[in-house]
């Protein structure tokens, strides 16, 4: 037997919104939660995904935007020409915003003007699932569309007609491959093919708008569905290239789909470079497809790069077998990125149900985590020596200097016990007596001794 019948009784939401909510009813105004709120709680209420990410608790209202920013002390005019105003309680934040109807749309921007009821701003919603509406004062729901029957049976339904829908944002589209995923609905028939016809316009969105897009998709319990629909769809070609090829692979995509599954919900550039791993055979292949792809979606230079690094870094890795000398190795070639890089690899083997291969991914990750714990030098700073004191050994200032501290380091991370100074003193003394580092340390107008050192010796101090 179907429910029918949203109760809001089961509601949950956060303290700051009914607080918000109380002073806009008693200034004489309507206040309206509605969209995804309203959507995943009646989700719930349906016994339906638990895991789902806390959906923002925000309003809409027949105040305008000055009436806003009069009634509350703390405001962030982050929209007011279209109608939002941010109400900061405490660390929280709540939008409001001004019942509002579309006067005209290009697909990427719309003009709206403001509206007297709410009725008018559900007409505008997207789909029926976010086209209900509840008033806390009086505990009404409005649900004109009929979307809580759609919830019940699973169908993701646009708004009137469909065409429209996807004509006045084309990001309805990747918000439609995003819900049908993460609810695992169908998409009703008129619904479907208007939004594969409107496919085409998503060249035309902004960058950042399709890369909020895809972070709100990687933070989904299950990315994969709506990566499929993306790639089942022709998405990827406006946004994607890099991973046309790999949703050609059949086999590889779904293993590549599994994976970004399977890496951790809370971390978006994991599940990113989980799948981007997978795009070339390459370390190469894989970080330019990550630079490439992250660049286009502007995300930040620090972001770009730390994906890239995941991606490139992904193969070779590290064994439960190998030694502690080599596991500090790996440790000192990757730096901070060594626990999400196994991340990757514990993701890859549970999406190919790897039993095996799990557990010795788990015996490698207790090794190399106990050589963490014990603190060794991994980099140039930990070493007990430094350039000031290879110039106080006769050495001139240049690159040089720095290739002798690489080579006493190797030699720490092979022996931790050699990073005494005396020792590695001693032991620079002696790399310098051996090879050019001796001519490297004369001074510029001294006569060269004995024959030129062989090409290709790595303290020859050629161009570096």
């Known amino acids: 037997m179907r429910l029918r019948m949203i109760d809001p009784g089961r509601f949950s939401p956060p303290p700051g919104f009914s607080g918000t909510a109380e002073r806009l009813e008693a200034a004489g105004f309507e206040a309206w939660a509605v969209g995804g709120s309203i959507r995943d709680a009646y989700v719930l209420q349906l016994g339906g995904a638990s895991d789902l990410p806390e959906p ?33 309680d405490g660390d929280d934040e709540y939008e409001v915003t001004t019942f509002r109807r579309d006067v005209e749309t290009d697909g990427r921007h719309a003009r709206v003007a403001f509206a007297d009821s709410i009725e008018d701003d559900l007409s505008r919603r997207d789909f029926t699932a976010n086209a209900i509406a509840w008033r806390p004062a009086s505990n009404e729901v409005r649900d004109t569309w009929g979307g809580a029957e759609d919830i019940e049976d699973g169908i993701l339904r646009a708004v009137g007609e469909p065409e429209a829908r996807f004509r006045e944002d084309y990001l309805r589209v990747l918000r439609g491959f995003r819900f049908a995923g993460r609810f695992e609905w169908a998409v009703e028939a008129r619904t479907d093919e208007a939004l594969r016809e409107a496919v085409e316009g998503l060249s035309g969105l902004s960058a950042e708008r399709v890369r909020e897009e895809l972070l709100k998709v990687m933070a989904d319990p299950k990315p994969s569905a709506a990566l499929d629909l993306y790639a089942a769809c022709g998405a990827l070609s406006h946004w ?14 779904r293993s590549a789909l599994g994976a970004v599954d399977e890496a951790p919900a809370k971390a978006a550039y994991v599940r990113l470079a989980t799948l981007l791993a997978c795009a070339s055979d390459t370390p190469g292949g894989r970080a330019a497809a990550a630079e490439s792809l992250l660049s ?28 502690a000398a080599e596991h500090r190795s790996w440790l000192a070639s990757v730096g901070d990125a060594w626990e999400d890089l196994f991340e990757v690899h514990f993701a890859v083997a549970r999406a190919a149900g790897e ?9 490698t990750w207790e090794r190399v985590r106990e050589e963490r714990e014990r603190n060794p030098v991994l980099d140039l700073a930990g070493l007990a020596v430094g350039g000031d004191d290879l110039l106080a050994l006769g050495m001139s200032p240049g690159p040089l200097i720095r290739l002798l501290l690489e080579e006493l380091l190797e030699q720490v991370i092979e022996d931790p ?3 005494e100074r005396a020792a590695l003193l001693e032991e620079a003394r002696r790399l310098i007596e051996i090879g050019s580092l001796a001519e490297a340390s004369r001074p510029r107008d ?3 001794a004995g024959d030129a050192p062989p090409a290709g010796d790595p303290l020859s101090g050629g161009d570096d």
Do not use: Q
């Not at 930040?300 to 030694?323: C, I, K, W």
């Not at 039993?355 to 015996?363: K, P």
């Open 296 to 323: 286009r979606l502007k995300f930040s230079n620090a972001d770009r790069r730390y994906v890239a690094r995941l991606a490139r870094l992904y193969l070779p890795f590290v064994g439960a077998l190998d030694s």
């Open 355 to 363: 039993v095996r291969a799990e557990r010795y991914l788990r015996a």
């Open 240 to 253: 994607y290239p890099e991973l046309v090829g790999l949703a050609a692979g059949g086999d590889a995509w």
């Open 56 to 88: 923002d608790w925000d309003l809409t209202t027949d105040a305008r935007p000055e009436d806003v920013m009069r009634l509350f002390p703390r405001t962030v005019p982050v929209g007011v020409s279209h109608g939002t105003v941010t109400v900061l």
């Open 417 to 419: 016990g050699r990073n």
């Open 446 to 448: 001294a006569p060269a």
